[in-house]
């Protein structure tokens, strides 16, 4: 397991797939230097 971000660490590249299939790579897909980014578990 990593270590937790901590005040001034950089967002660390993560790929993910979204509802529609399409693959989303952050942060490089960011249009802007400030982002809030959503996780939502689904149904369980």
Do not use: C, K, N, Q
């Amino acid at each position: 397991m990593t270590a937790m971000l901590t005040s001034g660490d950089p967002f660390p590249e993560i790929t993910l797939t979204s509802t529609d299939g399409a693959t989303i790579v952050l942060p490089s897909d960011l249009t802007t230097p400030y982002t809030v980014v959503l996780f939502y578990r689904g149904h369980w």
